[in-house]
């Protein structure tokens, strides 16, 4: 089982309390809101992505199921 | 060859600027002088003729054959927006939204295209409703745009009352905000929240307004489509390049002479649309620019230093080779460019690069939703790097240390707004690498840091 982690950086508020719960999902940037360093987790870091999502205060973490190798529809405004 | 352009903010009449196939005339701004205001629906009809019913499948594929891409920045593809927005369009309410905001502060050829040819846009807003399967089209304009919303009222009113089958058109002025023209933002107004930008997982086009399919396509891209519905796509695609089809409005900041859009119908070459800008604002009763002859700007005038390409959040090139350098597409791409919103700002020799460069930064950063830690912080720490450049407190090492910075900030936003700020300060510092240097072991500005005249809004405050 593998999932994907998102950040929605319109959200986050910087707390930085995920990548401490989850280091081997996300880093923290020079000013100190979450980078995702591994989007495809599994085991141990699935399991911990999930805890961090559940304690963002903001709502600002998704993780979803990776279902197929399909790959994502590239959004129009993407170059 | 005839240099296929038009300028717009002088009063010509340049007799009957003949429009038809093959004619290598002005295309968007065809038709009356600038002076004579908005065309009324009568004379463009009569001037180009109704608009055909479109077949919409053969349509699709005639704009995709056309290569028409988005002038409102980003260059992307038009059919495929419009396919995405009919492929999910199934019990769905669709929306066209007309991308008039023009928020780039130097920019003017969406409001000179939407205060002279009204009617054009709103063609082709109708041909983008009929493509998508939408019923209503909202046009979006900043406030304070009062010459495009009188535009387009009182083009709308005419339509009803003649009788034009039209989709429901609606006017929507939302905050005078840079980022509040990006296609999220303006589709999060639009259904009722603030003018941001979103994270987007799906495509506006496939899931926008409260989860509605939602087409937004800059002024200029419809007015296109209207052309390309009556004249065919291979009329359309004569103008322009192959890889980059199709007539282009630019606009030539001027700095305090104001500015000039030009139609580039075309390929001709960067320096050679500054010369008829400045030709076109400096002389020329008949309004046609009549270039001073190769490599100059007039008499007196100091030489182009650098070019900004493409809005404040373009890129800069060298001034040195714009003589030679195509406004193309892939000409641009050739030093790192690209048309962007087709902003050509020139900065002369006897302005200071550094100072430029360091306000455009401060006000990109000040336009900052404020959402995207990197962009709200990053973007500040940016700008205050530059600011130390030319306060003269700045080092070789900070300098490098800014190019490290640049790398964290670029893709860090849920929308382009960094990656463009982040752009327009990487070109400078490659441009003005001999001026930074001078500036970063604190020697005297050789020009004295003076800025051109070019326009920083100050911002409204509301986001909603
Ligand atoms: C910060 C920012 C500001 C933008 N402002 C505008 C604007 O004022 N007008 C516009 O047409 N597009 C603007 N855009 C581009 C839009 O997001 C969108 O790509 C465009 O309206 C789509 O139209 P097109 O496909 O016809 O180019 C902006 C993009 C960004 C990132
Ligand atoms: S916990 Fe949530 S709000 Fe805090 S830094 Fe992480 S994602 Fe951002
Ligand atoms: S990147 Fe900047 S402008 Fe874009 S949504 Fe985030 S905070 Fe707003």
Known sequence: MTGRLRVDRTRCAGHGICAFIAPGALDLDAWGFPEVVATELSGDDLRRARRAAAACPRGALTVSDVVS??????????? | MTLALRPTEIAVD?????????????????????????????AHLARLGALPQVEVRQFLDEVAASGLAGRGGGGFPAARKVA??????????????????????????DRTLCALRPHLVLDGAAVAAALAGASSVVIYAHRGADAVAEAFR??????????????????????ARYVAGEASAAASWLAGGEAKPRALTAPLAAAGLSGQPTVVHNAETLAHLALLARFGASWWAAAGTPSSPGSRLVTVHGGDHG???????????????????AAATATAADGWGRPGGPGSRGAGEPPVRAVLVGGYAGRFVD??????????????????????????????????????????????????AGQCGPCLYGLADVAEALEALVAGTSSRRAVRTLRRLLGEVRGKGACHHPDGAVAMVESFLDVFAAEVDAHARRRRCPVGCAVPAWPLPQPEEAWR
Do not use: Y
Request: glycine fraction near 12%.
């Open chain 2, 14 to 42: 340049d007799g009957a600027s003949p429009f038809g196939i093959g004619e290598q005339g002005a295309r968007l701004l065809a038709g009356p002088i600038a002076s004579a205001g908005a065309e009324p629906l009568g």
């Open chain 2, 154 to 175: 009182r083009a709308v009113a005419e339509r009803r009352s003649s009788g034009l089958t039209d989709p429901v058109f609606h006017l929507g002025m939302g905050p």
């Open chain 1, 69 to 79: 190798t399909v790959q994502p529809l590239r959004a129009p405004w993407e170059p």
């Open chain 2, 259 to 277: 500015a000039t859009v030009l139609e580039v119908v075309e390929p001709v070459t960067v320096g050679s649309l500054l010369e008829h800008a």
């Open chain 2, 84 to 109: 995405t927005a009919r492929a999910a369009a199934a019990g769905k309410t669709v929306t066209v939204v007309v991308n008039a905001s023009e928020s780039e502060p130097a920019s003017r050829k």
């Open chain 2, 319 to 368: 001034g040195a080779g714009v003589a030679t350098l195509p406004c193309t597409t892939e000409g641009l791409a050739l030093v790192g460019a690209a048309p962007g919103c087709g902003l050509l700002a020139p900065l002369s020799a006897d302005a200071c690069g550094v100072a430029t460069a360091a306000r455009l930064a401060r006000w990109l950063a000040g336009e900052s």
